[in-house]
């Protein structure tokens, strides 16, 4: 009898330290959730003092890290006048292309301002505010071999980002380009010059600038495929802060708010062919 | 050496990010293993019982955890379950808990194994004193196994740390993720910074990890030449 009930013990305090390993996360998240049903609302923002914005760490200009270990950029910017006009502190949670979507559906951020492209396929699973910035899909290759056009892409290997417009753009407009997909920024580009692909595509913004301080590689395709728009993202159905977010961004806008923005964060990385109507969008 | 990419680890405060983002990869992989291991052997002392359905849990969790891949298990847990279940940790602490528990899993076996790997007769030599199951394993199972589990425990050890890389994924401002965006923040002025800031990392993960399998192999060398005199 000794042994059985020995074995027993053993067994209900294993079992119960992992349920409790589990629980103790559940038991969290219930109490915070249960404060609101929302918890990205601008109320419960306000009161919670912080606002959580999702950003780049790795795509200078619009979002990375100085050398300081400051982030800065043009999203950044924006995202500090955004907390500012709410009162609020802002808390960056930085994020890779492919797990934009993810971290506002998850609740892990309140807004995300990660040059994030308004397209049909994101609309259904989270909701675009008002664009503060356009851009279409580039197609940036070496100098000694540059693609032109998109006819000279078929059946070679162009690289993208997971996640990305371009690969949206490939995957379901260019069929018979074959596509090389890869996680962040950092690899894409590695893979460019290391010569894994004939070409690369991304937004024609961010390629105008790799480009003027790679200068071996020419963005030989402008804009391929419709123009898009930059927007902020919040999850799908937050009506309290996408309604905040639009009003905001109005207003800014009217205060040409992005233009210098666009003076202070990207001006230093484009080159001379790219102006700031390219980037910002005009007053209304 | 004005354009070196050497530069890009010391401007700034660049070699300190890299020093925190190490700690934090290195905490996580401790307190993980801490956790795991302390779990693990209770549930590998268990996996070694006669009890049918208990073994049969304990043997999904095995499974799940070994088979499914990390990368899948983090993004499991950090982006589905706190949509399905309202389960939402930071990214820090819920990769400790997704390290424990693969950690526990992996290591219930290691103790399973040296458990049952012990010398029949010692198991039939206790019994035939009078030793209970308690006693058994206290006194004669588990100090004969842990010279059997400690050099495979200590290579899980590794596994672990080495794994800590996946996650970049989660938003976790490991040494990784730093490494990338100083990368990304200095790939204009510095191309071949690339290859410093890997090389420090591929430093630090050696510099943590070495030491680690050398011990395992010291501690199997010495088992063995102490096992046949």
């Known amino acids: 009898m000794k042994k059985r009930s020995l074995t027993r013990l053993i067994a209900v305090v294993s079992v119960f330290a992992t349920l409790l390993l589990v629980l103790a996360g559940c038991g969290n998240s219930k109490k915070s959730s249960s404060q609101s049903n929302n918890p990205s609302s601008v109320q419960q923002i306000k009161k919670n003092g912080t606002i959580r914005i999702a950003v780049f760490g790795d795509l200078p200009p619009y979002g990375w890290v100085n050398k300081d270990g400051k982030r800065v950029g043009y999203d950044v910017t924006l995202a500090h006048r955004v907390a500012k006009d709410l009162g609020v502190k802002v808390k960056f949670v930085q994020v890779n292309a492919n797990n934009r979507v993810d971290a506002l559906n998850s609740n892990k951020v309140d807004l995300v301002l990660a040059n994030f492209t308004v397209t049909p396929e994101r609309k259904q699973v989270i909701d675009f505010a008002k664009p503060y910035m356009k851009v279409s899909v580039g197609v940036v290759s070496p100098k000694s071999k540059p693609i032109t056009s998109a006819s000279q892409l078929k059946g070679k290997n162009v690289i993208v980002t997971k996640g990305t417009t371009a690969e949206n753009y490939f995957t379901s407009k260019q069929q018979n380009v074959k596509l090389l997909k890869f996680d962040s920024k950092t690899q894409q580009f590695n893979a460019l010059k290391n010569g894994r692909g004939v070409a690369l595509a991304d937004d024609n913004s961010y390629l105008y600038a790799w480009s003027k301080n790679n200068p071996k590689y020419t963005v030989g395709i402008k804009s391929i495929g419709p123009k898009s728009y930059i927007s902020p993202a919040v999850k799908k159905g937050n009506k309290s802060l996408l309604n905040w977010t639009n009003k905001e961004i109005n207003k800014l806008t009217k205060e040409s708010f992005f233009v210098k923005d666009y003076n202070s964060q990207l001006k230093p990385y484009f080159g001379k062919e790219v102006k700031p109507s390219d980037i910002v969008l005009p007053v209304k | ?229």
């Open chain 2, 1 to 229: 050496m004005d354009h070196s990419g050497i530069s890009v680890l010391f401007e700034g405060t660049n070699f300190q990010r890299l020093l925190g983002g190490l700690w934090v990869t290195v905490r996580i992989a401790a307190v993980a293993l801490i956790i795991g291991l302390i779990l693990g052997i209770m549930l590998g002392v268990l996996r070694t019982f006669k009890n049918r359905p208990l073994r049969v849990i304990l043997r999904l969790y095995l499974e799940f955890f070994r088979i499914v891949p990390t990368v899948v298990l983090l993004f499991l847990f950090y982006y589905i379950l706190p949509r399905q279940m309202n389960f939402n940790l930071p990214g820090d602490q819920l990769a400790t808990l997704v390290f424990a528990l693969w950690v526990a899993a992996e290591m219930s076996d290691i103790v399973r194994g040296a458990l049952i790997s012990v010398p029949q007769h010692q198991k039939e030599s206790g019994k035939a004193i009078g030793l209970n199951r308690y006693q058994l394993y206290r006194y004669v199972l588990i100090p004969q196994a842990i010279s059997l589990e400690i050099p495979a425990t200590i290579n899980l050890a590794t596994r672990v740390i080495k794994t800590t890389s996946l996650l970049m994924l989660i938003s976790v401002m490991d040494v990784i993720n730093i490494g990338q965006q100083i990368i990304e923040a200095n790939n204009h002025s510095h191309p071949t910074g690339v290859f410093w800031v890997y090389g420090l990392i591929f430093l630090f993960y050696f510099l943590i990890d070495y030491p680690l399998s050398w011990w395992a192999k010291r501690l199997e060398k010495k088992r063995l030449e102490r096992a046949n005199g």
